[in-house]
């Protein structure tokens, strides 16, 4: 593949070009006044990969927001790579917080800023233009199925189910993914684990009504206070998690397994500056890395209640919220430890309040085997774009459809993220770099060469 450099240095600026058109779509899952920019994304991909050439690109409705869908079978001989990719964002807000509006990509300092410049769509259309590119060069020699969906950004609800739907047309050797991030730009690694995920809101509530803080403060408990102090119990002073049997199905990894993960780079100070925080923190016992690859976690994504308005109201609220998230491990199941929640928290709950808890989405963690074809050849790839072999590592992030993938469809995803830490996913000013950018197109050609080779 001695002519992909030189292809993509004469097509980078174009490749740009039409990664700002799907970016300038603001396809916000979670919100339904974007429910028309779903769609329009969906039929922007379908037409580009139509474009590419693959021989077949429909856009699939679901209950929920729909599911592109592109195929390229050129030889029943040939193994098949599946490409997921995901073409919804997380929602923009707070927008002005953002040096530039969020759904108008600009480059600055070689990086694009905007939403979704990484989380998923500059990464997901790195396989687009990889794909353009062995097409375009006669240099193809897997068949591929692209899946993007919609939905990843809100637990993909309706995935699941058109994976069982459509098990034939997505029969596939290996499910290929840029979703995740690697450890800096000159240290490629893949991705190995994920974390998975519960996803609860709770509510709280005392009083019928918002009440008179002097009249009734001190003689009636106080539904903000009671929550503080019901998420307070939620861990003890080691920062373990305190709901019975939250720990019982957790993989414990042996001294070996932890002292290889240890081998992997990972500088703590430049963890605690690039976050601006004085110092770390977590649970007792683990490092940083094994904080987030290998052990569970819980944190409040939001709290809310009573008067958050300007100025000062003198009340005594009726009501208090909370998101409150944990991400599991392997074993870990979401639906027991939803079970395990409900009834911890519900037992916390002094007689004087009221508790409801909902759950809202989750999903199982993964493991990706190193010892698979697909994985030596996604190794032999970043080796031929960076001259060095990438470090296995364990995500703490999720992507809980990587698992059902395996459950319905029986097939194993490779997880080869080109994104960054520095990256700002999910928060204001977002961004790529085209370096990172650049590298994973051209990484992704030799996956397809490798896979098919090794394949044989
Ligand atoms: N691409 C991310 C997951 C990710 C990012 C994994 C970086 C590893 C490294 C994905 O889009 C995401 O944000 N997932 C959600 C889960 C989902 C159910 C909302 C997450 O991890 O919060
Ligand atoms: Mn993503
Ligand atoms: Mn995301």
Same mark, same amino acid.
């Given at each position: 593949m001695n002519d992909l450099k030189k292809y993509i240095d004469q097509n980078q600026d174009r490749f740009v070009k039409?990664? %700002?058109d799907l970016i300038r779509i603001p396809s916000v899952s979670a919100k339904d006044e974007h429910k028309p920019d779903m769609l329009k994304a969906a039929n922007w991909l379908k037409e580009k990969l139509l474009k590419e050439g693959v021989d077949k690109a429909e856009v699939i409705e679901t209950e929920g927001h729909p599911v592109v869908y592109g195929e390229k079978m050129?030889?029943?001989?040939? #193994?098949?790579?599946?490409? /997921?990719?995901? !073409?919804?964002? $997380? #929602?923009?807000e707070p927008l002005d917080l953002w040096n530039s509006p969020p759904f108008e990509p600009e480059i600055r300092d070689g990086r694009i800023?905007? *939403?979704?410049?990484?989380?998923?769509?500059? $990464?997901?259309?790195?396989?687009?233009?990889? %794909? @353009?590119?062995?097409?375009?060069t006669n240099q193809l020699t897997c068949n591929v199925k692209f899946m993007i969906e919609g939905e990843e950004e809100i637990g993909s609800p309706s995935l699941g189910k058109f994976c069982e739907d459509n098990k034939e047309m997505l029969k596939a050797d290996v499910i290929l993914v840029s979703d995740t991030s690697m450890i800096a730009p000159d240290t490629p690694s893949i991705t190995t684990g994920l974390r998975g995920l519960a996803y609860m809101e709770v509510e709280v509530t005392g009083p019928s009504h918002d009440l008179h803080s002097g009249l009734y403060g001190g003689a009636v408990d106080?539904?903000?206070?009671?929550l503080c102090e019901m998420i307070a119990q939620l861990r003890d002073e080691n920062n373990h998690i305190t709901i019975p049997? %939250? !720990?019982?199905?957790?993989? +414990?990894?042996s001294q070996e397994e932890r002292a290889e993960m240890a081998r992997a780079p990972f500088d703590l100070n430049e963890f605690k500056k690039g976050i601006k925080i004085k110092k770390e923190g977590g649970e007792k016992g683990y490092s940083s890395s094994e904080r987030t690859g290998i052990r569970p976690s819980l944190d409040v994504n939001g709290i809310w209640g009573g008067y958050t308005d300007k100025g000062a109201k003198t009340i005594l609220p009726s009501k208090a919220y909370a998101k409150i998230s944990? *991400?599991?491990? =392997?074993? $870990? +199941?979401?639906?027991?430890?939803?079970?395990?929640?409900?009834? /911890?928290? @519900?037992? &916390?709950? #002094?007689?004087?309040v009221s508790v409801k808890v909902e759950f809202l989405h989750g999903g199982e963690g993964y493991v990706a085997p190193t010892d698979?074809?697909?994985? $030596?050849?996604?190794?032999?790839?970043? @080796?031929?774009? /960076?001259? &060095?072999? =990438? &470090?296995p590592v364990r995500s703490g992030g999720s992507i809980p459809i990587i698992s059902l993938f395996e459950k319905i469809l029986g097939i194993k995803s490779i997880l080869m993220g080109f994104g960054?830490?520095?990256?700002?996913?999910?928060? =204001?000013? +977002?961004?790529?770099?085209?370096?990172? %950018? *650049?590298?994973? &197109? +051209?990484?992704? #050609?030799?996956?397809?060469? /490798?896979?098919?080779?090794m394949s044989k």
């Open positions: 039409e990664l %700002f050129l030889n029943e001989a040939y #193994p098949t790579v599946l490409v /997921y990719g995901h !073409y919804d964002v $997380q #929602p923009a800023y905007a *939403r979704g410049a990484n989380d998923d769509k500059g $990464q997901m259309f790195m396989h687009i233009k990889a %794909f @353009e590119y062995l097409l375009a106080n539904p903000v206070n009671v049997g %939250f !720990y019982d199905d957790v993989l +414990e990894l944990m *991400r599991l491990v =392997p074993h $870990q +199941e979401s639906k027991k430890i939803e079970k395990l929640f409900k009834e /911890y928290f @519900e037992s &916390i709950a #002094p007689e004087t698979t074809i697909a994985y $030596q050849a996604a190794s032999k790839a970043f @080796e031929a774009t /960076y001259g &060095i072999k =990438p &470090i960054l830490d520095s990256d700002a996913i999910h928060s =204001p000013n +977002e961004n790529y770099s085209l370096e990172q %950018f *650049r590298k994973g &197109i +051209e990484t992704i #050609p030799h996956f397809y060469k /490798y896979f098919a080779e």
